[in-house]
């Protein structure tokens, strides 16, 4: 079992950056495949960014392209979403999602995410 606490969300002015950080517990999360996903009012769920589980792979959705990014410290249990020249369009709920991967590969896909934070409010005011 892992547990993903998510913590960083905030309120944040048109270009504001936002940093998000997802703790783990265990001491198997070096083995974890990474995401971020988001949810807003009235839409699905939506992959963010993902990062593999040594950390030399990321992906990203096109709306996070050149303004986010994901990194991962394994020494700390931690995975993060740095989010820079935020839009109102970035308000949603931000959650964190992790999965055991034998392989050095980035997971894009939710239904493939087997453990899931109780994610974090971002809203981004215009």
């Known amino acids: 079992q892992v547990q993903l606490v998510e913590s960083g969300g905030g309120l944040v002015q048109t270009g504001g950056s936002l940093r998000l950080s997802c703790a783990a517990s265990?001491?198997?999360?070096?083995?974890?495949?990474m995401g971020w996903f988001r949810q807003a009012p009235g839409k699905e769920r939506e992959f963010v960014a993902g990062?593999?589980?040594?950390?030399?792979?990321?992906h990203y959705a096109d709306s996070a392209k050149g303004r986010f990014t994901i990194s991962r410290d394994n020494a700390q249990n931690t995975v993060y979403l740095q989010m820079n020249s935020l839009k109102p369009e970035d308000t949603a709920v931000y959650y964190c999602?992790?999965?055991?991967?034998?392989?050095?590969?980035?997971?894009?896909?939710?239904?493939?995410?087997?453990?899931w934070g109780q994610g974090t409010q971002v809203t981004v005011s215009s």
């Open positions: 999602a992790g999965r055991y991967n034998f392989m050095d590969y980035v997971i894009t896909a939710e239904r493939e995410y087997g453990y």
């Open positions: 265990g001491s198997t999360f070096s083995t974890y495949a």
């Open positions: 990062i593999s589980r040594s950390g030399s792979s990321t």
